[in-house]
């Protein structure tokens, strides 16, 4: 019977040579075993079912402060803290039940510092029936040291932020919120879902959306803060805020920008008190036209550019005829009063070009603007004939009031402040004598006995 060719029988030297490549690929397996498990942070270890340690890796005998001797047949139960006996029993009941078992376990070291261990285990049953408990663990407790201190300081991050006055927030780079304390919602009026994701650019107008692209800009370009900026917002509401911030470059763990941080401080009544005091320095406060010294400094303005243009420019010095009457039969609020009428008047007679002021008591001046449009004289007969209209304050009719003004025109009348304003005055007090008229300066010097009157109507 043929069986076909006979499978050659290795040669014995051909036997050990294979068995010398065997060991020698298992020597080098072990290498690299034993290279893996000394660099590794993990541990391996066994005990058996009532905790007794059978095994356990050098590299964890070291964290502890114990020899591989101190370890090997003794019970874990040992080295644990009183409080964790209980929960060891409920570890060893766990792995016997469901044949594995992960978790936390607390062990002191010899030092007496604690270590928390993360395990994971599983029951192996030997030989004869011996139950034996085998795993890999490692020591976490930096870790948990290291997660705790940031929980820690990430709560004590959030409860300053809460606590502080001033808004706190983090904008990505295209300037869109990440986040933002409660300061924030309070300062906007908007809820913690609206906020979220929102562009800068939603919540002011475009003069102040350029403000923070280039404050933005220069903190990115240079990688320095910025202080102390002022900035204008507006609130869900459609009221406006003014805010003072600072602003820093966000960084990603790698160091690259990955946004901006900052701080704003609620500055808009001190804005409003700055304004407020702006206002005033220019302004009449009764009145709210114009004061002296705004006056002085537009009329300063207005001669400048004539002198640039070659333009011709006229003021108007009004006094209040028998206004002293009112104050003394009906009282200084009613005379207050007047005043705030005689202001409506002239805002309403006038053009928005035409400069209003009060210089003080019942004196006011007006420097028209765009003279090539409109004649001086024709103006002033508008404000005599309206201002000398009856007056209704406080259930009072007061019909005896009038206007005596005086004009001076540049470069007629005077090349320079003081001249023309004298000159208007002089003219005023011309006007005055005749009772409700108005002069030019310039009729004074050529017809000093011929003055130019129109009687109100």
Known sequence: MDNGPMTRRPTYEELEARVRDLESMLLEDKERFNEIYRNISEFIYEHDGEGTITEISLHFIGQLGYSREELIHRNIREFLPPHGLKLYDGYLKRVHENGRDEGLMKVLARDGTMHIIEYKNMLVNSPGDISRIRGIAKDVTERLETEQ????????????LESIEDGYFEVNLKGDFTFF??????HLGYSTEEL???????????????????TFHQVFLTGNSVRAVEWELIKKDGTKMYVEASVNLKRNRSGKPCGFQ???????????????????AYHDALTGLFNRKGFLEQLDETLKEARRF??????????????????DLYGH???????????????????DTDYISRLGGDEFTVILGNQAEIQPESVAHRIVRRLSMPYRICGAVIDFVTPSIG???????????????????VAMYKAKEQGNRF??????????????TMQSR
């Open 149 to 160: 201190a940031l929980i820690e300081s990430d709560m004590r991050f959030s409860a300053v």
């Open 310 to 327: 070659e333009n011709k420019r006229t003021i108007l010095y009004l006094d209040l005829d028998k206004f002293k009457k009112v104050n």
């Open 262 to 280: 900052g701080i704003i401080r609620d500055s808009t009544q001190r804005k409003r008190s700055e304004q407020r005091l702006a206002y005033l």
């Open 196 to 214: 979220e994701g929102k562009n800068y650019r939603e919540y002011m107008d475009e003069e102040n959306a350029r403000l923070v692209f280039e």
């Open 333 to 351: 609020e009613t005379g207050d009063r007047l005043l705030v009428e005689v202001s409506s008047r002239l805002r309403k007679i006038l053009r």
């Open 407 to 425: 004009i001076s025109t540049y470069p007629d009348d005077g090349n320079d402040l003081e001249t023309l304003l004298k000159h208007a005055d």
């Open 181 to 186: 304390n409660n300061r924030i919602q309070g």
């Open 439 to 452: 002069v030019r300066y310039s009729n004074v010097l050529i017809h000093p006995s011929s003055l130019m």
